[in-house]
């Protein structure tokens, strides 16, 4: 695994090393990004116009949920995935772009919804600050919007993968995986869980994107494959930034999975090298102290789990690459294996 990390950090732009850390400085471009700078900033200013409703008090959520940032990896996919689509203009690929992001945030205002969330993006959420109500009606109305911009397209396969991600979401959202005594069967439905909630929405975009104004089987499936395999390393670094990250990266506190009894390949891997420990158990079951519930955390940061997690998101990775392969080597190419890349080594 160090090798192939070692190998990824050159196609990032660092800006600094820090404690041996590796930081960004604002506003600037991740390598894959460069390629698609223009229409970054486009899709930034069509985001934010979504807020520019006249009822004032959904203008006010509207603002607080997109004006929180994100990584806008999403939009970045449908950009990329449509970059050669010679037929596919500027505007119709914001648009697509777009109701990836937002779709992307109806799921996280519903999700901070569900997991009582009081902060996300280093920001109050919007059931904290307003409540539920406010909060449910919010999420709905992105997903509308989002649904509107995929209707403009004029395009019923591109609607059709839309729908399914939505279906496939809704039934990731609903799985809990359970703590067996056999964590073969925790991981398998671990496995199942973070390719509905998040795999699918990296699918859907990189596939949508292949299709627009575009007509190329193998493309298509070669995208969703990559998506696919990228989502589950996406998400498998998510849950190992968990217990790594500090509170400022990861803009709502650490150790949440474990205090809220959500298993993560982290804390499965960590049972599977210590089947005698007793506390993380204990703390997943929802019967542990806080000070139990911190040693939890801290043990299983600590150990080697964290480093067999992100030994599992680089195989997914180099797969996602993999699918790549049969593509042709254009720079729309080059920079969604930058991107995959930089998934695995980012801090946020
Ligand atoms: C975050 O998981 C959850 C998701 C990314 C998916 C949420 C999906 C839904 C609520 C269903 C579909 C909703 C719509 C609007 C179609 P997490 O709680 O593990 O991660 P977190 O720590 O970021 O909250
Ligand atoms: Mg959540």
Redesign the pocket.
């Known amino acids: 695994m160090s090798k192939v990390r070692g190998s990824l950090s050159a196609t990032m732009t660092m800006s600094s090393q820090s404690n041996g850390s590796q930081t960004m400085c604002a506003g600037e471009r991740i390598s894959y990004q460069r390629l698609i700078e223009m229409e970054l900033s486009a899709l930034e200013l069509a985001v934010q116009a979504v807020a520019e409703v006249p009822n004032e008090v959904l203008a006010r959520t509207l603002s607080l949920v997109l004006g929180a940032g994100g990584k806008r990896l999403r939009p970045a996919l449908v950009l990329l995935a449509s970059h050669g689509n010679a037929h596919a203009n500027l505007e119709r690929r914001i648009a697509l772009a777009t109701a990836a992001e937002l779709?992307?945030t109806?799921?996280?205002?519903?999700?901070?919804?569900?997991?009582l969330?009081a902060s996300?993006r280093g920001s109050q959420t919007v059931n904290h600050v307003l409540g539920n109500t406010l909060a449910v009606l919010t999420?709905?109305y992105?997903?509308g919007k989002s649904g509107e911009l995929v209707a403009s397209l004029g395009s019923p396969p591109i609607m059709s993968v839309f729908s399914w991600a939505?279906m496939e979401?809704?039934k990731?959202?609903l799985l809990r995986p359970h703590l067996s005594d056999d964590l073969a069967t925790t991981e398998r439905e671990y496995v199942a869980k973070i390719r509905?909630?998040?795999a699918v929405?990296l699918a859907m975009a990189c596939e949508t994107g292949s299709m627009l104004d575009a007509n190329d089987d193998h493309a298509r499936a070669a995208m969703h494959a990559y998506g696919m395999s990228l989502g589950m390393a996406f998400q498998i670094i998510?849950?190992v930034l968990?217990f790594t990250a500090t509170e400022a990266e990861l803009g709502?506190p650490v150790g949440?999975?474990l205090r809220?009894g959500?298993v993560?390949l982290p804390s499965i891997l960590f049972m599977r090298q210590h089947p005698a420990d007793p506390i993380i158990r204990r703390v997943l079951n929802g019967g542990a102290s806080e000070a139990d519930t911190e040693r939890a955390v801290e043990a299983v940061r600590r150990s080697g789990a964290i480093e067999g997690s992100r030994e599992c998101a680089a195989q997914y990775v180099a797969e996602a690459i993999g699918h790549l392969s049969t593509m042709p080597q254009t720079p729309a190419r080059r920079s969604l294996e930058a991107l995959a890349q930089f998934v695995v080594i980012r801090h946020d």
């Open positions: 779709l992307h109806a799921t996280l205002v519903h999700d901070d919804v569900i997991d969330a996300r999420g709905d992105l997903f939505v979401l809704v990731g959202e509905g909630k998040t929405l998510d849950d968990d709502k949440n999975d809220q959500t993560t």
